[in-house]
């Protein structure tokens, strides 16, 4: 007897669309087949709808250990359900920040007991830890995370000295985070001496602006190359930046890319009304550079997907541009982002698929997830693509309560969301007697 039955899904898989049942049995796809009418303890029928891999989200923020005030791993994972993340990969810039290996542990300790959704951590890189990158165990990190630029203390490496060090000797993929500090210091004084305390978020992108990104992101380029690194370089922005990148499929690469919905959706425009709570790092810049974004996307410039998610709360966001942090969160509400892009005929299902989970496999080397296969696990996101969602305060998920689309309305819902097997997001609600997820495994 198999634990669930999905009837009647139109399987969106390794750039296909088929009709066909999903039978789920011990965490695991089973059987793929036209018609499944065996014994089951649970038969969905969902009636025609896409039934896509579970999102795996490779760049999260959900604070813990240490920042739990703005969001945990709890409540966190249980937002990314309710939005079709079944798997997400989280920073290392908590406190205490995960740059040793003991630190890393307890992560996934914590993570064993408080994630609703599988999960991974990237240790992360500094000025002075090498030989934590040297020893760490490559089948439990999901990589190493430098902040080439907007970070603070230990987390941030500017040293070159470091830096190359890092390069050479990563036994991971190292995924960075690229900002000139320095362009974006020089900068800040410029602006700050112009407009004083009239400085706000709409200056935001010219403070940290094209020049301070292809700086970071073109030494970081220039270094995988020197040392031939692995390289993912997280959230780009500008379309300056596209010209480091090579178009074509992930496999073989040793140098990808990846773009954040919120630089698919928003640009400078947005400000004006949004102020600190679209403030983020790196920012958000003009219309012909997320025009770029996209199309880079569709060229296969750029790989991947993901959502940076990374929650503050309400206060700190209202507070003047200069004081207020950079980030805002976004795991609950990714996916329906880009099922808008496939709705105004932009980005197909197929393509959303690839970039969100088939890619982020790949990249990284998952084991049996990102893809509808028999074998791999039942990580699931089913989509109602006809039904509207309206975002509101009741239906937000995230610690913090709040989110920068609050009063939009999607054209398209998370009908459920299964993982390992189990439903996780059903009718608007989070499973209450759901088990804890699993650590991703890697297949290195």
Known sequence: M???ILKNCNIVNENT???SDIAIKNNRIELIANSIDSEAKNIEDVNGRFVIPGLIDDQVHFREPGLTHKGDIATESKAGLAGGVTSYFEMPNV??????NENLTKKFELASTRSLSNYSFHLGGSNTNIEEIKQVDINQAAALKVFMGASTGEMLVDSIDALDDIFHYSPLTVVTHCEDPQRVKDNE????????SDLSAEHHHLIRDVESCYLSSSLAVALAKKYDANLHVFHLTTAKEMDLFSPGPVDGKKITAEVCV????FNESYYAELGNQIKCNPSIKDESDRLALIKALKEDKIDIIASDHAPHTWDEKMMKYQDAPAGLPLVQHELQILMDFYNEGILSLETIVEKTSHNVAKRFQVKDRGYIREGYYADLAILDIDKSYTVSEENILYKCGWSPFAGKTFNSSIYMTIVNGHIA???NQINQDLPFGMQVEFDR
């Open 2 to 4: 198999y634990d669930l």
């Open 189 to 196: 004084k410029l602006f700050y001496d112009k407009y004083g």
């Open 17 to 19: 669309i088929i009709e």
């Open 425 to 427: 997001f059903q009718d």
């Open 95 to 100: 406190n205490p920040t995960t740059t040793t």
């Open 262 to 265: 919120h630089h698919m959706h």
